[in-house]
Nanobody, 123 residues
Framework: QGQLAESGGGLVQYGGSLRLACEASGRIFRRNDMAWFRQGPGKERELVARITPGGITNYGDSVKGRFTISRDSARNTIYLQMNSLKLEDTAVYYC?????????????????WGQGTQVTVSD
């Protein structure tokens, strides 16, 4: 609880931009893959973008070319820059830290979720 703190959601017009931020504890930021998920009205939660501690990224098909995930080691923070926003991007966006591998057998530690931040795109 309280390991991830999101900010930056809000109301934006179609075609506009918004940046989300997620600050993590130092231990989580250094060890865990981190990601943004989202859940729109009546939809299942889906992966938006993921970034590893080494900076390798991958994106959901619906946001490729429009969204960029990045990390700032000085601030223990990941960002999601969202450009060319569409109505269908409206959702609650969640920061996620995937459980890090903790032993040679491949066991993982706990996952962490942020509280979620609402992004609403208006026409």
């Amino acid at each position: 609880q309280g390991q991830l703190a999101e900010s930056g959601g809000g109301l934006v017009q179609y075609g506009g931009s918004l940046r989300l931020a997620c600050e993590a504890s130092g231990r989580i930021f250094r060890r865990n893959d981190m990601a943004w998920f989202r859940q729109g009205p009546g939809k299942e939660r889906e992966l938006v973008a993921r970034i590893t501690p080494g900076g390798i990224t991958n994106y959901g098909d619906s946001v490729k070319g429009r969204f960029t995930i990045s990390r700032d080691s000085a601030r223990n923070t990941i960002y999601l820059q969202m450009n060319s926003l569409k109505l269908e991007d409206t959702a609650v966006y969640y920061c996620h830290a995937e459980g890090a591998v903790i032993n040679v057998e491949g066991a993982r530690g706990p996952d962490y979720w942020g509280q979620g931040t609402q992004v609403t795109v208006s026409d």
